[in-house]
Structure formats: structure tokens, C-alpha cells
T-cell receptor, first 113, second 110 residues
């Protein structure tokens, strides 16, 4: 299984600012994803991070708010833009390799004041 | 809308007993299903995947899938205190995109 790391592990940010979260996988993977887990809730898919092209966003999520990059097969970033307290959440990166089994990173806990 | 439902409330089971968790999904096109375990403050950890109708066993865990009824279940045999966690059911609705249920909290009482 792929080992996934995320930076930062947590952050406290001010309203109106932006935060970029990094996701690094220890081996080449086929697909990478970004999820959000709001307090006490389950996971919701934000987007599929496509290597070398624009991410594919799920309903309710837009590129202006959550720009995503994936410059190569092992690295992706998610930016949470113009943050509000409603963006306080855990953001999780995941990846699949040769099968559809999906593994998750440790998550980034974001608090917006 | 791709929905996965886990409607049961917290489940308390005595140590050594069987814990039974259920999940239904809305998308008939889903072909693969997963159970994840999530400890408080941690990220989800894959327990089981299942693709075909019937049962799949892995150690103390058994997953069951019934595509006609759009139903997935997880049995945990000989429950241990370390099994106390939230269990998330997920369905793949295409291109490896997962829809998750809200989760079932399991508490194993020593």
C-alpha cells in the first residue's frame, strides 16, 4: 500500500486568507483525491486531482474556492481560498495505485477564526 | 445523487460478541464497496473491499454484498476493545470516486 503524508498536519487561519495543503505519496499512484470531513460528519469528495491537467470537481465544489494542482504522479496540493469559519474541517488526501483500493493520508485539521 | 446510508446509532457490544453493521447505497452502477475503520482523530483505514455478491472473510471480519438489494454489511466476530471505532461504508460510483456513509460508532465493552 502507498504511504501518504500531508503538510501541514494542522493550522489555525484567519478569515479571508488562503491555505495550501500538500500531499506526498511514497510511490507512483494512478489517481489522487481530496476529501473533506467536517466536524462529526463523514467524508465528502471534493475533487479528483488529475496529473498535468485541471482537477475534476464534484457537485458543490468549485475551482476558485479549492484550486488543486498535481504536477507529477506522487504530489498534489489543495488550496482553500478566501476562508471562512465554515471551511473549518479536516482535509484528507487519498490515492489509488494498481487497484481501486484507496488509501488515505493522515489529514490536515484546519480551523478558521 | 450518490448516497450511502448507515442508519444505525452507536453500537455497544460485549467483548467476544459479534458486531453487525449495515449499509445501503443508491447507485446501482456501483461495482465496488469498502469498509473503513476510523479511530477518533485519525484518518480512515481500509478493512475490507468487496466486489461480488456473497460473503468475503478476512480474519475476524466478514463483508457481505447483495447488489439486488443494494446492501452491504460487515460482521466483526470475537469483538475486541481495540475494535472500538467508527466504521465507514463506501461505494465506488465511478472512476474510483467514493461516496461515504455517515459511519457507525462501535463500542466494545470489556
Amino acid at each position: 500500500s502507498a504511504v501518504i503524508s500531508q503538510k501541514p498536519s494542522r493550522d489555525i487561519c484567519q478569515r479571508g486568507t488562503s491555505l495550501t495543503i500538500q500531499c506526498q505519496v511514497d510511490s507512483q499512484v494512478t489517481m489522487m483525491f481530496w476529501y473533506r470531513q467536517q466536524p462529526g460528519q463523514s467524508l465528502t469528495l471534493i475533487a479528483t486531482a488529475n496529473q498535468g491537467s485541471e482537477a475534476t470537481y464534484e457537485s458543490g465544489f468549485v475551482i476558485d474556492k479549492f484550486p488543486i494542482s498535481r504536477p507529477n504522479l506522487t504530489f498534489s496540493t489543495l488550496t482553500v481560498s478566501n476562508m471562512s469559519p465554515e471551511d473549518s474541517s479536516i482535509y484528507l488526501c487519498s490515492a489509488t495505485a494498481s487497484t481501486d483500493t484507496q488509501y488515505f493520508g493522515p489529514g490536515t485539521r484546519l480551523t478558521v477564526l | 445523487q450518490k448516497e450511502v446510508e448507515q442508519n444505525s446509532g452507536p453500537l455497544s457490544v460485549p467483548e467476544g460478541a459479534i458486531a453487525s453493521l449495515n449499509c445501503t447505497y443508491s447507485d446501482r452502477g456501483s461495482q465496488s464497496f469498502f469498509w473503513y475503520r476510523q479511530y477518533s482523530g485519525k484518518s480512515p483505514e481500509l478493512i475490507m473491499s468487496i466486489y461480488s455478491n456473497g460473503d468475503k472473510e478476512d480474519g475476524r471480519f466478514t463483508a457481505q454484498l447483495n447488489k439486488a438489494s443494494q446492501y452491504v454489511s460487515l460482521l466483526i466476530r470475537d469483538s475486541q476493545p481495540s475494535d472500538s471505532a467508527t466504521y465507514l461504508c463506501a461505494a465506488n460510483y465511478g472512476n474510483n470516486r467514493l461516496a461515504f456513509g455517515k459511519g457507525n460508532q462501535v463500542v466494545v465493552i470489556p
